[in-house]
């Protein structure tokens, strides 16, 4: 049932990616895990023997992966720190992006599919296909300047980057700044007015973030809707004569749904981290996406690695949930 | 981009494809107009600071960019710029998946699971990550950049034509000529490879605009072409400081890549629902 054997394959692959990755940037590669500045003889030959890098490269490779499973990623070049350490305080910020960027996609995604569905082939149904293919087709970078030269810059309602304003101090507790301000702690010194800020904060972002997929989640459901709508038990359905809404909402959405929620599962994670690397890039978002490209600005390749390794490793056992959660909810599939 | 094959076309679709035709006139002229007019995308304005902004009734239509340059004309270099860059992408990307495709559909057994397998785990990393990952290991750089576009693109190639000839080498023809003693890579090149060519076009066509953003997304983070070159996403990584004083710096490089993007999205489309079996229009 459970594809177990082709995930640990997939599992392997990534980390042979993330460990061969760097043997293949030009330079030393001592020098690239410890960086320029800790390279003075005594730290050379000590990094050497701690990275194991005087051992056949099996070696290497298997110790890296032992570490790695260990949750011992190395250490970041720029800041010093274990590279696990600074992944984990950046995923909240990426999730509680992505989930803002789900909600919104499945809210408005799922409904503009329904309706042009319902009015297949009408001027309706034409407008909303259009609708979505621009949105798919516009570029998340360009879309999150335009945001924030017509909400920021033009009308001044939204902030255009960072969680929160910096006029609050909210302790990080939980890392999710929309639970954090929520807290008791900071209710008591700012009532609500922190959390309005972190909602304030998401808003642009989201929208960036989710434009893709609500496209994506548009077609598929007109396409799935599609097909239910023309199934014989529609048209029972229909001759018994039950309402419109009863039809649509508690015959054809039911079944309609099932792939979709197949789809959002396998494409948003996906889409999630992609949209995250440029998203949070233009707004100043301080999750994995934007610490991988400034990672990448500096070099810092040990943080790079861990990353591929990280996220290979998120795709890969969601995806496997998706699975078991697909077949689970639909015995034919069994 | 596949994941719209499924809807059948609409009468709209029609317009979607004057669109997508329009857009590639459009690409066309890019190439055309600079042989009439005098367009410079490179040469600095001699008054910097009276030359930043829009028309004022004479001099660049549609105004300067910081440094004084012609932001038609860098729109337009643009257009050729990406036309070449996707182009080169879809090629060679093509060229490697296309056989690798074959070989796995049409052998099959252990060729076909090695294959997949690698294309797979290319395919769990997200495509702009793992470009970025590549662009990181080998060095920023319009050229790293353009073979990460295109170890990306490799994929999708391979997936549809696996896909297309394992179903081919099921067929009665196929078995025909096995039975008059063609040998399997003849088979290959003279009966499955025919039958592929047109959806390769079909995701070429996707890929192109696919290749086009990659490539843009790189440069808009400063891991691909290297300035002056005029480009549309290193065009709006230029223009992010300038965002209040001069919106359009913003606005018109994205409009014209967005237009691109959805041209050669609108045209794979259309060319895959036509071959969609499902729709029955083709096959």
């Known amino acids: 049932m459970f594809k177990l054997g082709s995930l640990t394959t997939t599992l392997l692959g990534i980390s042979l990616i993330a460990f061969f990755a760097i043997r293949l940037v030009p330079g030393d590669p001592v020098v690239l895990m410890i960086g320029e500045r800790g390279a003075d003889p005594e730290q050379y030959r000590e990094a050497v023997t701690r990275l194991g890098l005087d051992k056949p490269v099996l070696w290497q490779y298997t110790s890296f992966l032992g570490r790695a499973v260990q949750g011992d990623l190395g250490t970041s070049i720029s800041s010093g720190r274990e590279v ?16 803002a960027a789900l909600l919104l996609a499945v809210l408005v995604g799922v409904p503009i599919g329904v309706v042009a569905a319902i009015y297949r082939d009408t001027l309706i149904d034409r407008l909303l296909t259009a609708c979505s293919l621009a949105g798919y087709s516009t570029p998340n970078f360009w879309l999150g300047l335009l945001l ?13 980057s960072g969680r929160l304003d910096t006029a609050f101090d909210v302790s990080n507790v939980t890392g999710f700044m929309l639970v954090d301000t929520l807290l008791p702690a900071a209710r008591a010194r700012y009532g609500l007015f922190a959390f309005y800020s972190a909602l304030h904060h998401l808003v642009l972002p989201t929208v960036t973030m989710a434009t893709i997929p609500i496209a994506v989640f548009a077609r598929m459901t007109r396409a799935s809707m599609v097909e239910v709508l023309s199934e014989d038990y529609i048209l029972a359905a229909r001759a018994r004569g039950l309402s419109p809404v009863r039809i649509i909402g508690l015959h ?26 440029m998203t949070e890039t233009i707004f100043g978002w301080p999750g994995i996406g934007s610490y991988i490209v400034s990672s990448v600005y500096a070099r810092d390749y040990p943080v790079i690695q861990g990353s591929i390794l990280v996220i290979g490793v998120v795709v890969i056992l969601t995806n496997g949930a998706v699975d078991v959660l697909s077949r689970l909810a639909n015995p034919r599939m069994r | ?27 066309v002229l890019s190439f055309l107009v600079p042989l009439v007019v005098d367009l410079d995308p490179y040469r600095l304005s001699d008054n910097l600071r009276a030359s930043i902004g829009l028309w004022n009734g004479s001099g660049p239509v549609l105004g300067t960019d910081d440094l004084g340059r012609d932001v038609l004309a860098r729109l337009v270099y643009g257009a050729r710029n990406s036309v070449g860059i996707g182009l080169a992408v879809v090629l060679v990307s093509m060229s490697v998946g296309v056989p690798l495709g074959l070989f796995a559909g049409v052998y099959g057994g252990w060729i076909d699971k090695i294959i997949m397998r690698v294309t797979g785990i290319l395919m769990t990393l997200p495509n702009i990550l793992l470009a970025i990952v590549i662009v990181s290991v080998l060095g920023a750089g319009l050229l790293t950049a353009m073979c990460a576009a295109t170890v990306v693109a490799i994929p999708g190639f391979i997936h549809i034509v696996r896909s297309i000839s394992a179903l081919e080498m099921k067929r009665q023809y196929v078995h025909a000529a096995r039975t008059s003693g063609d040998s399997t890579l003849r088979i290959l090149w003279t009966e499955v490879l025919p039958n592929c060519w047109v959806p390769i076009v079909a995701q070429a066509t996707l890929g192109f605009g696919a290749a086009i953003l990659n490539i843009a997304a790189l440069d808009f983070l400063g891991l691909g072409a290297k300035p002056p070159m005029a480009e549309w996403g290193a065009m709006l990584a230029d223009a992010r400081p300038f965002i209040e004083s001069n919106p359009n710096l913003i606005v018109l490089p994205g409009l014209s890549l967005a237009a691109t993007i959805l041209g050669f999205t609108l045209l794979g489309d259309s060319l895959q629902q036509w071959l969609n079996p499902r729709t029955g229009v083709h096959q």
């Open chain 1, 148 to 160: 924030i030269l017509l909400f920021s810059v033009a009308l001044n309602l939204l902030p255009v």
């Open chain 2, 1 to 27: 981009m596949q994941m719209f094959n499924t809807i059948k076309l609409s009468k709209g679709g029609m317009s979607l494809g004057l669109v997508s035709s329009g857009v590639i006139v459009l690409l």
């Open chain 1, 84 to 99: 696990s350490t600074e992944l984990l305080a950046r995923w909240p910020a990426t999730l509680e992006l992505g989930a």
């Open chain 1, 252 to 277: 054809a959405l039911r079944n309609a749904l099932l792939p979709i929620i197949v789809v959002i599962g396998l494409h948003f994670l996906n889409v999630a981290i992609a949209g995250a690397i």
